[in-house]
C-alpha cells in the first residue's frame, strides 16, 4: 500500500507540473497555448495543401499581398525566387510532392505569429532536399492568415529529413 500511494503522489505531482507548462499562469508573458496550436494549424493546412497539389487552397490561406520566398545555394550567394500569391496560385505541378514538416515552432505576439517548421521533401517517391519553412502570419478577425512564407532548400548536414523517415517506411 505504501508503494501505490507514493507512486500515486508523483503522478499527481507530475501532473500538476504537466498543467503548468500546458496552462501558464497569467501576467507571466507566455501567450495562450491555443493561439500557437491555431498558427500551427495553419502551416498543416498549408503543407497539405501543397501534398495535395492544391495551390488555391494553399493561397487562400495567405493574405491578398501575400509573398513566397526560396533561398537555395550556398551563403553569400543571391540564389532565391521571390513570387507573388497570384504567382503561387497559379503554379500547376506536374509531379507527386510529399512535404512533411515536423518539430514546428511557432510564437504569437498579440496578432503577430511565426512558424518555423522543419521538412523534408519527396519528388515522385524520390527524396529532393529539406529545409525550413518560416511562416510569418497575421491574425484577420478570428483567423492566422498567412502573410509571407519563407523556406530553404538545403541538403543534410545543413537540414534535417524527418525523424520517421522516408515516407511509406
Do not use: K
Not at 508523483?10 to 499562469?25: D, K, R, S
Not at 495562450?32 to 497539389?53: C, H, K, Y
Not at 504567382?87 to 512533411?100: A, K
Not at 510564437?107 to 527524396?127: E, I
Amino acid at each position: 500500500m505504501r508503494r501505490l500511494s507514493g507512486s500515486i503522489s508523483a503522478l499527481t505531482g507530475i501532473a500538476a507540473f504537466a498543467a503548468l507548462l500546458l496552462n501558464p499562469m497569467p501576467g507571466c508573458g507566455q501567450t495562450d497555448q491555443s493561439d500557437e496550436a491555431r498558427a500551427l494549424a495553419v502551416a498543416d493546412s498549408a503543407l497539405a495543401a501543397i501534398n495535395r497539389g492544391d495551390m488555391v487552397a494553399l493561397t487562400d490561406l495567405m493574405l491578398e499581398e501575400a509573398f513566397v520566398v526560396a533561398i537555395g545555394g550556398p551563403r553569400g550567394s543571391r540564389d532565391y525566387t521571390l513570387r507573388s500569391r497570384a504567382q503561387e496560385r497559379s503554379t500547376v505541378f506536374d509531379v507527386q510532392i510529399v512535404e512533411r514538416g515536423f518539430d514546428g515552432e511557432a510564437r504569437v505576439a498579440g496578432r503577430l505569429a511565426t512558424v518555423w517548421l522543419p521538412y523534408d521533401l519527396y519528388v515522385d517517391g524520390d527524396w529532393s532536399h529539406c529545409g525550413v519553412d518560416t511562416f510569418t502570419m497575421l491574425e484577420v478577425g478570428h483567423a492566422w492568415r498567412i502573410a509571407s512564407l519563407a523556406y530553404t532548400v538545403e541538403q543534410p548536414p545543413a537540414c534535417r529529413r524527418h525523424p520517421d523517415g522516408p515516407p511509406g517506411d
